[in-house]
């Protein structure tokens, strides 16, 4: 855009050129055209021409002259408050702008839960990195609690987990959900059903999620209710070791997502639901910024396309 742009207001009016505010502004302390020219590197006509235009615009005399130097009329002294104002105004839009190119510039810090993490999260920081190539993206797995720590401690800006963690200082956002699956070989006697309940499970070896992951206690109690007690063999922080841990009539307790499609393997529901809810944390106290936001929304995209293509798929 040109300096020398003509805008008019709805009386006809020429507004005057930032520029031109400048260059009075500087003349006010300068007091000689002279000076002013060689501080914002210009020529003396053009300072003279622009105060010229200055005084057009707004038909008033700015300076007068006395020994050699120039001195504010009373009318320019108001002019002078008015350009003082404006110029600030712009400066704090500037640093407004500027402030917004610095946040969408920089780091993002995400952790996700191992099952999380592998699937759809991962696939998050791809697509996010080809829309926003400037951002550089620390991306880790890590287990619930220690993800939960980290972003109340305002170490990491977003955390992915199964549950809520239910600390003060975090917002917990609730995006979708998955459902309990059990993971077995094609030729265990149960793969032939549609939905595992504990009294199915109770003769066989089982792996199941580590004591301090959420499934973990909703596990126990459906065998309670059931009056069983489940013959967890292996304890995995991970369900997605669990298909490498399967042996012969083993069964796996895992979130879906986790696991990678495999011929050999069976995936069925176990009833009655257990729900795993997918929240995405990030400090209470602390406003994202935009890239952020805009890897927030890609994560929930992801998640729920994820979600959405497990609930179409038929038991395998």
Same mark, same amino acid.
């Given at each position: 855009?040109? $300096?020398?742009?003509?805008?008019?207001?709805?009386?006809?009016? !020429?507004?005057?050129?930032?520029?031109?505010?400048?260059?009075?502004?500087?003349?006010?302390?300068?007091?000689?055209?002279?000076?002013?020219?060689?501080?914002?590197?210009?020529?003396?006509?053009?300072?003279?021409?622009?105060?010229?235009?200055?005084?057009?615009?707004?038909?008033?005399?700015? *300076?007068?002259?006395?020994?050699?130097?120039?001195?504010?009329?009373?009318?320019?002294?108001?002019?002078?408050? /008015?350009? /003082?104002?404006?110029?600030?105004?712009?400066?704090?839009?500037?640093? /407004?702008?500027?402030?917004?190119?610095?946040?969408? #510039?920089?780091?993002?810090?995400?952790?996700?839960?191992?099952? !999380?993490?592998?699937?759809?999260?991962?696939?998050?920081?791809?697509?996010?990195?080809?829309?926003?190539?400037?951002?550089?993206?620390? *991306?880790?797995?890590?287990?619930?609690?220690?993800?939960?720590?980290?972003?109340?401690? $305002?170490?990491?800006?977003?955390?992915?987990?199964?549950? +809520?963690?239910?600390?003060?200082?975090?917002?917990?956002?609730?995006?979708?959900?998955?459902?309990?699956?059990?993971?077995?070989?094609?030729?265990?006697?149960?793969?032939?059903?549609?939905?595992?309940?504990?009294?199915?499970?109770?003769?066989?070896?089982?792996? +199941?999620?580590?004591?301090?992951?959420?499934?973990?206690?909703?596990?126990? /109690?459906?065998?309670? #209710?059931?009056?069983?007690?489940?013959?967890?063999?292996?304890?995995?922080?991970?369900?997605?070791?669990?298909?490498?841990?399967?042996?012969?009539?083993?069964?796996?307790?895992?979130?879906? !997502?986790?696991?990678?499609?495999?011929?050999?393997?069976?995936?069925?529901?176990?009833?009655?639901?257990?729900?795993?809810?997918?929240?995405?944390?990030?400090?209470?106290?602390?406003?994202? +910024?935009?890239?952020?936001?805009? *890897?927030?929304?890609?994560?929930?995209?992801?998640? *729920?396309?994820?979600?959405?293509?497990?609930?179409?798929?038929?038991?395998?």
């Amino acid at each position: 855009m040109k $300096n020398t742009y003509k805008n008019h207001n709805h009386f006809g009016m !020429l507004y005057p050129n930032l520029r031109h505010l400048e260059i009075f502004l500087s003349l006010c302390t300068t007091g000689m055209a002279t000076k002013t020219a060689q501080a914002l590197n210009l020529t003396q006509p053009a300072v003279s021409k622009a105060i010229s235009s200055l005084e057009e615009v707004n038909q008033v005399q700015l *300076f007068e002259r006395r020994r050699n130097r120039l001195y504010l009329t009373a009318n320019g002294i108001r002019i002078r408050d /008015e350009a /003082e104002r404006l110029l600030n105004q712009v400066g704090y839009f500037q640093a /407004e702008v500027d402030a917004l190119q610095k946040s969408r #510039r920089g780091e993002i810090n995400i952790l996700a839960i191992p099952s !999380l993490g592998t699937g759809a999260i991962a696939s998050a920081v791809g697509e996010f990195l080809i829309s926003h190539p400037e951002i550089n993206v620390r *991306f880790n797995i890590c287990m619930s609690r220690q993800i939960s720590e980290m972003v109340a401690q $305002n170490r990491v800006d977003i955390g992915f987990v199964h549950g +809520s963690s239910s600390h003060p200082s975090i917002k917990e956002s609730f995006i979708t959900e998955t459902d309990l699956h059990c993971l077995m070989r094609k030729s265990h006697p149960l793969s032939s059903l549609t939905e595992i309940t504990a009294l199915d499970l109770s003769p066989y070896p089982l792996i +199941s999620f580590d004591v301090e992951a959420p499934p973990s206690v909703q596990i126990r /109690e459906a065998f309670s #209710r059931a009056g069983l007690q489940a013959n967890v063999r292996i304890e995995i922080n991970a369900s997605l070791l669990a298909a490498e841990a399967l042996r012969d009539e083993t069964v796996a307790f895992v979130d879906p !997502l986790s696991v990678k499609p495999d011929p050999e393997l069976t995936l069925l529901p176990f009833t009655p639901k257990i729900p795993l809810s997918i929240f995405m944390l990030t400090h209470q106290n602390k406003t994202p +910024s935009l890239p952020v936001a805009a *890897f927030c929304d890609t994560a929930r995209h992801l998640l *729920f396309r994820a979600v959405n293509k497990l609930r179409d798929q038929p038991a395998r």
